[in-house]
């Protein structure tokens, strides 16, 4: 790693800040759910809860933070893409029977779009940034072990 390493919870924290619209709220509800393991209320500002749990400790609980962020968007991003016909049909289907729910499946060909484009810029940060040897490094950072050099 360099003198000046990058912190890999802010480069994940803006990867999810700069995703579409569209999707955002999506991703941010998973990593509250599956890593923060709270059932958010109505009144939870995601992106102050996500930014607060990956940002707030400098010690290994923001380790642990970023591991599991890693893992849920990881999950969420493959799971969107390899099941987008099968969502559209469901949205479809949903729609068909409630016409109230036209809106949402209007939405569902541009989020699939959204959702292809985040998971090929996930995947380019995961071979970079974000690889194995990097997130190691960071522990090592936040545990106050110096990198050999």
């Known amino acids: 790693m360099s003198d000046n390493p990058q912190d890999l919870r802010q480069v994940v924290f803006a990867f999810l800040a700069n995703l579409p619209i569209t999707i955002r ?3 941010l509800l998973f990593v509250i759910i599956y890593a923060i393991r709270i059932i958010p209320s109505l009144d939870l500002n995601y992106s102050d809860s996500v930014r607060d749990y990956l940002l707030d400790a400098n010690d290994i609980r923001s380790f642990g933070a970023l ?3 890693i893992a849920v968007i990881d999950h969420v991003l493959a799971d ?3 099941n987008a016909e099968r969502r559209a049909a469901t949205v ?5 029977q409630f016409p109230d729910a036209q809106d949402q499946a ?5 989020q699939s779009r ?3 484009q985040a998971l090929a810029d996930w995947n380019k940060l ?3 940034l974000l690889t194995a040897q990097m997130i190691r490094g960071f522990e090592d950072i936040l545990m106050g072990i110096r990198p050999k050099r």
């Open 25 to 27: 709220e999506h991703v």
């Open 67 to 69: 591991l599991s962020t």
């Open 80 to 82: 969107r893409v390899a």
């Open 92 to 96: 479809e289907a949903f729609a068909e």
């Open 106 to 110: 209007l939405k569902v060909p541009l």
């Open 114 to 116: 959204h959702f292809e």
């Open 126 to 128: 995961r071979a970079s």
